[in-house]
């Protein structure tokens, strides 16, 4: 960029440790986009970085109302950023209804562009607001930029012969433009971005970047912008390092477990906010021989994966909650046939349909007990969209080694949320070893193998290997089908014993802060940023607190219980009612103190330090 | 592979397992074609595998000496479609009922047929919910009074070949579970099939339903109930063969051979009619008083087979961007590095 700005440096620079944006639209106004170049941008400087994209379940809800609030959050620091950020610091807002529903996360004195042209008689009707903000003085308390962006970005491109409509879908690059002046970004990693989209249609590249150079020229002449800001790069360790979402972290995660595994990855899935992009970023990865199968509901996306793994692939099925209820009954015939499966629920808001895009916690109970009789199943969650891609090959690696189908719990928050995640090099990746059963001289279908009770697999198309599997209970060893009472206790009890036994892959948990004291945080999945972040502003002298975070959820870490007794008193915040200290209290015996929150949203660290406050007061 | 396939007979495909089935089903006789036919076909026994779903005729893997999957009700068609796009090599075949194929796996059903998924189905079709003690199915006929329906059923029943065709099956056809020739006749023409192939087996259940088909399989009355359609012969039936079916524009007509009608006048089944409309207006014959019921392969023509599909796909982008690359995977996208 500095080649291609002329114009005199800016007035004044501050140097910030981090800082907070929010890009608030309509869903059409091209929000997501905007906040991931930014983020892409922004990673490349080096920043260490969280993400938040918060957007409505309609496609395109009427535009300029309210429901139609489409946003995007980024923080981004010269220190470890752990959570998207409390409060904002500068708040984009392209019409009267993204200033209605997002002002009230804007700090006092924060910075607040506003889209003027979009504050019409009509456009303020449609966000129900009966006198313009612009005009009531509300909005007195925050340095406030009124721009005139549409006809601005109108009059930057009017020489490319584009229509209205055209030159008005390039606004939301101008806005970009302005961020990246103000916290003096270069357009680079942009421009190639725009390159690569629209390399067919070169006109629209140019308008898009047309309007960026625009709105970082433009706030480079305006005597209204008198500071901009630099956030120096972050100490992060040594290595090569990307951005990653949740979503694509596993897809690309369950790719190396197979070639790892040295076998075929199979999915079958049936679209589902917000699990659809792991569908999307596998169907393109034919080159490793991965097959993706779009099935006709979620049933025989999951059935179809056992068919799969029953043929000797590694199986997955991807989906969200409500897709998790329809796949119980299959998860239960992975149990009983003994089968590696791994089962992916992104976790949205609910019941039933509940929330499509925003974000939850409450399908813990589901993925432990979610099935008729006795069917234990591991279960493992992800905690930063990073750790994706790690819970991926872990979850693979249990399925293969104990023959057991396996559930991953993410969540709406890790899949769409990004971060700076260091690239490991290929001899960090674990081995993942495969046996399968060629041997027909004493092959017996259900014959354990003594350290991990896994029964052999023995995949079709192996001579001598002919035998029949099923859902009805099994005799033991032979796999026949037998309903008699005390095999089907033996029966019951191996299951189980073997999902227990995982225990013996599962590492101690070690807490981070306090490794004893007044209290202890326990967390799951995506709530370890604002755990984190939260800690680390509230070890204050006299009061001593640790935080554990499970990443093992069934079966839990063997010295957990001895961890939790090492505190006088255990904080377990969760996006649900509160279950996982369900089953600590439960498990363990301990007077677990809930903390839940059940809003579509993640915690914010503020909200995390108020309750420790509260508990050290009292 | 031939040179040194064993000699199979009926009995290398039979298990240990004891044969749960009531005494006189016809699932006995379907099992014994299906017994019958599989060492014919030159295929190592390793290489079948057998899926089923929920219902009596579901037990059917547990008593074939293959590969054998008893799965979940109505799931079948995913599960096997699954193993056959998995693994296109293996000979994927699924036993399922009128109430695990139609009701509550219909869905599967008719996705597995516009697929072409290569897998051969067998529906033993028995009018009846057998396994949970004689409920009305969704082939039952109106009217029918059962457990569920003590006043008679009130619903439409689907007509199995009808739908097969109306979901565009590149192979539809039916039998009798005690025409063991015609049976194993229909097996075979599945078994060399390329792409889902739908064969509805008419199968008494003598527990619950007796007598469902008997006027299809009674030897006074079989001739003028039933037409066996061949492929490039007339459509002629009754016990003195002096029936025929006729086409008058889209309507169907039996006519008496004899006075100035011959031969010519009917119609020369052709099983590899492109239009699938051809073969659902013979599958409408048994659900109109006076036809009789279509036995034989009503539609054999060749479509595109899923599992070579996505294996062509995965081929043809394996050449154009090379063997996946982990290291690649991995720095896809704009990186950066810290020191």
Redesign the interface.
């Known amino acids: 960029m500095a080649t291609e700005t002329t114009a005199a440096p800016p007035r004044r620079r501050e140097t910030l440790d981090s800082a907070v944006i929010r890009f608030a639209g309509d869903s059409g106004d091209g929000m997501q986009i905007t906040g991931s170049q930014f983020t ?1 941008t922004t ?2 400087f ?1 920043n260490d970085l969280a993400t938040f994209p918060d957007f409505p379940a309609e496609i395109r809800a009427p535009a300029g109302t309210l429901p139609g609030v489409s946003g995007f959050q980024i923080h981004f620091g010269a220190k470890d950023i752990f959570t998207p950020g409390d409060a904002v610091d500068v708040l984009i807002a392209m019409n009267p209804a993204a200033l209605k529903m997002n002002l009230a996360d804007l700090k006092k004195g924060g910075i607040l562009v506003v889209n003027v042209d979009n504050f019409k008689e009509t456009d303020l009707k449609k966000a129900q607001v009966a006198v313009s903000p612009l005009e009531d003085r509300s909005l007195e308390g925050y340095r406030l930029f009124p721009v005139e962006l549409t006809k601005l970005t109108r009059a930057a491109l009017k020489d490319l012969g584009l229509d209205a409509k055209n030159m008005d879908r390039c606004k939301n690059f101008f806005a970009l433009g302005m961020c990246y002046w103000l916290y003096n970004r270069t357009l680079d ?1 942009t421009h ?1 971005w725009l390159d690569l989209k629209f390399g067919s249609k070169p006109v629209l590249a140019e308008a898009n970047k047309l309007a960026m150079k625009a709105g970082y020229a433009f706030c480079d002449a305006t005597e209204a912008f008198q500071v901009s800001y630099e956030v120096p ?1 972050a100490k ?8 990653l979402s949740g979503n694509t972290a596993l897809a ?1 995660g369950f ?2 477990a197979a ?1 790892k595994a040295g076998l ?1 990855l ?1 999915q ?1 899935s049936y679209p589902i906010t917000p699990a659809s992009d792991i569908l999307h970023e596998l169907s393109m ?5 991965v ?1 993706t ?1 779009q ?3 979620e ?2 996306a999951i ?11 590694l ?1 997955i099925t991807t989906t969200s909650g409500p897709g998790m209820a329809l796949k119980t ?2 998860i ?2 992975a149990t009983m ?1 003994e089968l590696p499966l791994v089962v992916i629920d992104i976790q949205r808001g609910g019941p039933s349909t509940g929330l499509p895009t925003k974000t939850e916690q409450a399908d813990l109970f589901q993925a432990l007990f979610g099935r008729n009789s006795e069917a234990p199943v591991p279960v493992i969650a992800a905690s930063s969209p990073g750790d994706c891609f790690w819970v991926a090959l872990e979850a693979s690696r249990i399925a293969l080694k104990y023959m057991v189908p396996v559930i991953v719990l993410s969540d709406g928050y890790l899949a769409n949320g990004a971060e700076p995640w ?3 090099e ?1 001899s960090e ?1 674990p081995e993942i070893p495969v046996k399968f059963r060629t041997e027909p001289e004493g092959f017996r279908p259900y014959e354990r193998e003594p350290h991990t009770l896994a029964r052999p697999w023995a ?14 209970e099994k005799q033991d060893v032979t796999g ?2 037998n309903y008699e009472p005390l095999n089907h206790e033996r029966m019951v009890q191996l299951r189980a014993q073997k999902v227990a036994g995982i225990v013996q892959d599962v590492p101690d948990v070690v807490p981070a802060g306090d490794a004893d004291g007044d209290l202890l945080i326990v967390g799951w999945g995506s709530t370890y940023g604002a755990i984190t972040a939260a800690l680390r502003t509230q070890r204050v002298t006299g009061h001593r607190i640790g935080h554990v975070h499970l990443r093992h959820l069934n079966p839990l870490p063997a010295n957990l219980g001895e961890v939790l007794k090492r505190y006088k008193r255990v904080l377990v915040p969760e996006l649900n009612l509160g279950q996982l200290v369900w089953l600590l209290r439960a498990r363990y015996l301990v007077d677990a103190i809930s903390y839940p929150k059940v809003q579509g949203k993640p915690f914010m660290q503020a909200e995390l330090e108020a309750k420790i406050q509260s508990l050290r007061a009292h | 592979m031939t040179a040194t396939l064993p000699a199979y007979t009926k009995k290398d495909f039979q298990t240990d397992q004891e044969v749960r089935w009531c005494p006189g089903c016809g699932d006995y006789a379907i099992l014994s074609a299906v017994q019958q036919v599989f060492p014919e076909l030159g295929i190592p026994r390793e290489k079948f595998v057998v899926v089923s779903g929920i219902g009596c005729s579901s037990r059917f893997p547990y008593y074939m000496n293959t590969f054998g999957f008893h799965t979940i009700h109505g799931r079948a068609p995913a599960v096997a479609t699954g193993i056959k796009i998995a693994r296109p090599d293996l000979d994927v075949w699924m036993a399922t009922g009128d109430g695990d194929a139609l009701s509550i796996g219909g869905n599967h059903t008719i996705h597995m047929l516009r697929r072409n998924v290569g897998i051969k189905v067998l529906l033993f079709n028995n009018k009846i919910y057998g396994l949970t003690k004689g409920q009305y199915s969704p082939t039952s006929e109106i009217g029918k009074k059962a457990k569920s329906t003590p006043y008679g059923s009130l619903d439409r029943p689907f007509n199995p070949l009808s739908l097969a065709l109306g979901a565009e099956a590149t192979f539809v056809a039916r039998s009798v579970d005690v025409f063991l020739a015609h049976q194993k006749a229909v097996l075979r023409k599945a078994a060399a099939h390329k792409g889902s192939a739908f064969v509805e087996i008419l199968q008494n259940c003598n527990i619950f339903n007796d007598g469902a088909w008997e006027n299809l399989t009674e030897k006074e009355l079989r001739d003028d109930h039933t037409i066996a359609i061949e492929h490039g012969q007339p459509l002629v039936f009754g016990k003195a063969k002096d029936k025929g079916i006729r086409i008058n524009g889209l309507e169907l007509e039996v006519v008496k051979l004899g006075d100035g009608i011959t031969e010519k006048n009917l119609i020369v089944h052709d099983e590899r009619h492109p239009n699938p409309a051809y073969a659902f207006l013979l599958s409408r014959m048994d659900a109109t008083p006076g036809f009789p019921t279509p036995l034989g392969v009503l539609r054999a023509v060749e479509g595109p087979i899923y599992e070579k599909q996505i294996a062509d796909q995965l081929a043809v982008v394996a050449a154009k961007k090379g063997k996946g690359d982990l290291r690649k995977l991995l720095q896809a996208g704009d990186t950066w590095e810290v020191r």
Do not use: C, W
């Open positions: 892409n990673a490349l080096g990693a190639r790069p992060l360790a040594p290595g090569v390092y990307r951005n690309m790719v190396v070639q075929r199979y079958g990865y034919k080159e490793f021989g097959i199968f099935a006709e509901d049933i025989a059935t179809s994966a056992i068919g799969a793994a029953y043929a000797g692939s199986a009954e299959a239960g015939l046939v260091r690239i490991p290929l990746l995949v079709p198309g192996t001579p001598g290997l002919e035998h029949r599997i099923g859902g009805l026949n089908v």
